[in-house]
T-cell receptor
Framework: NAGVTQTPKFQVLKTGQSMTLQCAQD?????MYWYRQDPGMGLRLIYY???????DKGEVPNGYNVSRLNKREFSLRLESAAPSQTSVYFC?????????????FGSGTRLTVV | SQQGEEDPQALSIQEGENATMNCSYK?????LQWYRQNSGRGLVHLIL?????REKHSGRLRVTLDTSKKSSSLLITASRAADTASYFC???????????FGTGTQLKVEL
């Protein structure tokens, strides 16, 4: 049981380049989330998908787009990377909004934009 | 602004001692959750306490919730070096299927 799998684990981009972060879960969860973690800021929600076919903005959506490809997969795209997007990105999934068993997190993608 | 704020930001204790960390939040909640993050890893769910509960236990973990003060505490008893990690509280305010995380407490347990 792999849980939540994120790829890649590390990435370096030049300013203006684009990339897609991939996330897949095998727990048949309805909801999926993308967070970014910066030093001293905790985790901030970028986008989430409460169920297949829906996506909503979180606290810090600017500069990002998402796609809920199917129930298993939720990708995060940076169209034109900026140094301010240097961060560690976490994908998570949950059943019922995490109100019984909480969220399951992936191991993260460490992104550096130079 | 952050919904949850943990206190202290950092805590260093000796193995065998108890560790207490606190979380304060701003708006009413459905539930509050605690997560652990080991260095360089993803977060792991530890325990969930609902707004109508005052105390909950799981192994060496004890969580309390005081909704009148909008605060929660996490107690780790008889700490071990393996408990060294960052601990985050997260609140479910009922506004959609999402959690808001605090800034975390870094716990170091020394041998």
């Amino acid at each position: 049981n792999a849980g939540v799998t994120q790829t890649p684990k590390f990435q370096v981009l030049k300013t203006g380049q684009s990339m897609t972060l991939q996330c897949a879960q095998d727990m048949n969860h309805n909801s999926m989330y993308w967070y970014r973690q910066d030093p001293g800021m905790g985790l901030r929600l970028i986008y989430y998908s409460a169920s297949e076919g829906t996506t909503d903005k979180g606290e810090v959506p600017n500069g990002y787009n998402v796609s809920r490809l199917n129930k298993r997969e939720f990708s995060l795209r940076l169209e034109s990377a900026a140094p301010s997007q240097t961060s560690v990105y976490f994908c998570a999934s949950s059943e019922g909004g995490g109100r019984r068993d909480g969220y399951t997190f992936g191991s993260g993608t460490r992104l550096t934009v130079v | 602004s952050q919904q949850g704020e943990e206190d202290p930001q950092a805590l260093s204790i000796q193995e065998g001692e108890n560790a207490t960390m606190n979380c304060s939040y701003k708006t009413s909640i459905n539930n509050l959750q605690w997560y652990r993050q080991n260095s360089g890893r993803g977060l792991v769910h530890l325990i969930l306490i609902r707004s109508n509960e005052r105390e909950k236990h799981s192994g060496r973990l004890r969580v309390t919730l005081d909704t009148s003060k909008k605060s929660s505490s996490l107690l780790i008893t008889a700490s071990r070096a393996a408990d060294t990690a960052s601990y985050f509280c997260a609140t479910d305010t009922g506004g959609g299927n999402k959690l808001t995380f605090g800034t975390g407490t870094q716990l170091k347990v020394e041998l």
